[in-house]
């Protein structure tokens, strides 16, 4: 079955250090999205893509960069972690035909920065 | 940016009491979606709304989409602690650099005491 997956499900990091969160999906959607999720935020969308080659920057981009070099993969990459970067991270994709469309969440990565 | 709003923020009821939670924008929607998170758990799809006054059911859950498209609700009948968790509305862009990307109501926290 088609699905999405986030990787790791839990990491600790230092301030200071770059991290990389993977995301991949194995529907052949052309959206894919980064949110966080902070208790009284709901959920924040980070980066997202509409297709290979293509990123955007979202409400909370700041700190954070992604890069699409094939459908399935879209890795968050937070350059510098910062303590404010502590949070659950979740990946989503969709297609991208025509609207409306749901979007696929993955399982989560809890991110602590320390 | 489109915003919405969503209330309340937390619910606490008893095993078989009603329960809604509301979705309000200040701007015409072009459609808005729903999203149930199951504690430690990550976003799942219910639902989407596209015309106005429209009111979809799914067993005890009922959706509606306000007649000016810029208020939607959820409402679920004689609740069950299966139903605990957060809810969220999600907008969805309809054009511009909004195009696709959802964002998300802050959440309604259900807890259902049984």
């Known amino acids: 079955d088609a699905e999405i997956t986030q990787s790791p499900r839990h990491k600790i990091t230092e301030t200071g250090r770059q991290v990389t969160l993977a995301c991949h999906q194995t529907?052949?959607?052309?959206?894919m999205f980064w949110y966080r999720q902070d208790l009284g935020h709901g959920l924040r969308l980070i980066h997202y893509?509409?297709?290979?080659?293509?990123?955007n920057k979202g409400e909370v981009s700041d700190g954070y960069s992604v890069s699409r070099s094939n459908t399935e993969d879209l890795p968050l990459t937070l350059e510098s972690a910062a303590s404010s970067q502590t949070s659950v991270y979740f990946c989503a994709s969709s297609e991208g035909t025509a609207l409306p469309y749901e979007q696929y969440f993955g399982p989560g990565t809890r991110l602590t920065v320390t | 940016g489109q915003q919405v709003m969503q209330i309340p923020q937390y619910q606490h009821v008893q095993e078989g009491e009603d329960f809604t939670t509301y979705c309000n924008s200040s701007t015409t929607l072009s459609n808005i979606q729903w999203y149930k998170q199951r504690p430690g758990g990550h976003p799942v799809f219910l639902i989407q709304l596209v015309k106005s006054g429209e009111v979809k059911k799914q067993k005890r859950l009922t959706f509606q989409f306000g007649e000016a498209k810029k208020n939607s609700s959820l409402h679920i009948t004689a609740t069950q602690t299966t139903d605990v968790g957060t809810y969220f509305c999600a907008l969805q862009g309809a054009g511009g650099t909004s195009y696709g990307k959802l964002t998300f109501g802050q959440g309604t926290i259900l807890t259902v005491h049984p």
């Open positions: 893509s509409y297709g290979v080659q293509d990123t």
């Open positions: 529907w052949n959607h052309n959206n």
